[in-house]
Nanobody, 126 residues
Framework: QLRTVESGGGLVQPGGSLKLSCTASGFTLDYYAVGWFHQAPGKEREGVSCISSSTTKTNYADSVKGRFTVSRDNAKNTVYLQMNSLKPEDTGIYYC???????????????????WGQGTQVTVSS
């Protein structure tokens, strides 16, 4: 089981910014492609972004392109999601997962993953 832990969520006004962090417990996250997922209240989880182990490849949902940026610092075994220009519809729980070795699969946002951590809550409200 590849355990990941999310942090950095909070309450912000529309147009504000947050930076989420993803760390690993019990394995080296550096070797894995990492995906970020969003679950709005009452909705199923949806893929937000994915980054390869080397940072040479990234993927973004259309709804966040130009607003969110995924990055990683492998020396710190950490993956980040910088969220700018936040909208009320961005509200929900954000999760990160090691989705595959090295590279993001083409279907990374449609795989039925069998483990989800606690996530971190993001609330965008005026």
């Amino acid at each position: 089981q590849l355990r990941t832990v999310e942090s950095g969520g909070g309450l912000v006004q529309p147009g504000g910014s947050l930076k989420l962090s993803c760390t690993a417990s019990g394995f080296t996250l550096d070797y894995y492609a990492v995906g970020w997922f969003h679950q709005a209240p009452g909705k199923e989880r949806e893929g937000v972004s994915c980054i390869s182990s080397s940072t040479t490849k990234t993927n973004y949902a259309d709804s966040v392109k130009g607003r969110f940026t995924v990055s990683r610092d492998n020396a710190k075994n950490t993956v980040y999601l910088q969220m700018n220009s936040l909208k009320p519809e961005d509200t929900g729980i954000y999760y990160c997962l090691a989705v595959a070795p090295a590279f993001c699969p083409t279907n990374w946002d449609r795989i039925a993953y069998d483990y989800w951590g606690q996530g971190t809550q993001v609330t965008v409200s005026s």
